[in-house]
């Protein structure tokens, strides 16, 4: 039983192209993340929503929008996709707030050509 | 707003040795500190975390950490390290509120070599 799963697990796509990325937490988990991990590893958070509600919305370009349809799943849109969004992208869930444990997914690696 | 700074972004180490991974941090308030741990191709996983109390805190696979407030610090150590600890540490850091998120350090990449 994945307590965190996200599809695609790769994605590779053409500049210009509209994307989604979906996660899904099975843990009863109140609050869900959206990470972005570069090439070099660095990882930064994107959103967050506690109980289908934006909670941080950090710097993000507005070609990325997050969409929780209920409080197990938080998928993430990207439109108009440059070849700055390659990287790998996490999804994570928390009980409630960021003090307690986050359980990630197992990534999306998205490729923009 | 807070900060992590890790010391040293690739750490070797041979298969048996003391496993020493800096962490240093900045928060204006009492921090909620945590060690993931990155194995290639996975998602992040806890190793420990510390909140209030233990200043020594003990978690998963042999590994743990001491909070020393004085020098803003989060070390994680492991005595004896073992082939199967190769992979990405991060270090990160809360301030506890529920808006705030989770900072991350830039991670550390751990070798060990036989």
């Known amino acids: 039983d994945t307590a965190v799963s996200q599809t695609p697990k790769y994605l590779v796509t053409q500049m210009g192209n509209d994307k989604s990325i979906k996660c899904e937490q099975n843990?009863?988990?109140?609050?869900m993340y959206w990470y972005k991990q570069d090439s070099k590893k660095f990882l930064k958070i994107m959103f967050s929503?506690?109980?289908?509600?934006?909670?941080i919305n950090e710097t993000v370009p507005n070609r990325f929008s997050p969409k929780s349809p209920d409080k197990a799943h938080l998928n993430l849109h990207i439109n108009s996709l440059e070849l700055g969004d390659s990287a790998v992208y996490f999804c994570?869930?928390?009980?409630?707030?960021?003090?307690?444990?986050?359980?990630f997914g197992p990534g999306t690696r998205l490729t923009v050509l | 707003a807070q900060s992590v700074t890790q010391l040293g972004s690739h750490v070797s180490v041979s298969e048996g040795a003391l496993v020493l991974l800096r962490c240093n941090y900045s928060?204006?308030?009492?921090?909620?500190l945590f060690w993931y741990v990155q194995y290639p191709n996975q998602g992040l996983q806890l190793l420990l975390k510390?909140?209030?109390?233990?200043?020594l805190v003990k978690g998963i696979n042999g590994f743990e950490a001491e909070f020393k407030k004085s020098e803003t610090s989060f070390h994680l150590t492991k005595p004896s390290a073992h082939m199967s600890d190769a992979a990405e540490y991060f270090c990160a850091v809360s301030e506890g509120s529920g808006n705030t998120p989770l900072v991350f350090g830039k991670g550390t990449r751990l070798s060990v070599i036989a």
């Open positions: 929503y506690n109980n289908k509600e934006l909670i």
């Open positions: 843990l009863g988990h109140d609050t």
């Open positions: 928060s204006s308030v009492p921090p909620y």
């Open positions: 510390y909140t209030t109390g233990a200043t």
């Open positions: 994570a869930s928390s009980q409630r707030a960021a003090t307690d444990t986050q359980y």
